[in-house]
């Protein structure tokens, strides 16, 4: 494999803006590990393999168990995951299918039950930046430990 071309030396801007968006979520209050499983169920979702080895091995360096990140992808059948969580992973599928069935009212008050709307927000912006990431790493031929 081979990567396409490196975008931060190409468009050093793109990559500062990508950069702003992460900085900003990373300083909103939302969980670290909240936020990692949104990048990984994103990725899963989008087939980006950069960006799965990636953030399971950030995740797993922050102390979550290998059942609960092997599981990821079948958490509606998995007992390992609190209610907040599946309804951030709900919403984490749901606005990366968007183009499927828009974002559906059940959905979004399920997240309202465990986050207010700034943090609906915050989350809102969380899952586009994974997807921009996953969008940009596939494209530009990115794969497990490209460089």
Known sequence: MEVRLTYSQVNPEALQTMLKLEGFI???????????????????INGCAYCIDM?????????????????????????????????LLELTETVTRISENGVPQAVYEKV???FDEKEFVTLIMAINTINAWNRIAISTGMFPDAR
């Open 26 to 44: 990373k300083t909103s209050g939302l969980d670290a590990k909240l936020y990692e499983l949104i990048k990984i169920r994103a990725s899963q």
């Open 55 to 87: 953030h399971t091995r950030d995740l797993r360096n922050m102390g979550e168990t290998e059942q609960r990140i092997n599981l990821l992808t079948a958490w509606r059948e998995a007992p390992f995951y609190s209610d907040k969580e599946r309804a």
């Open 112 to 114: 309202r039950e465990h």
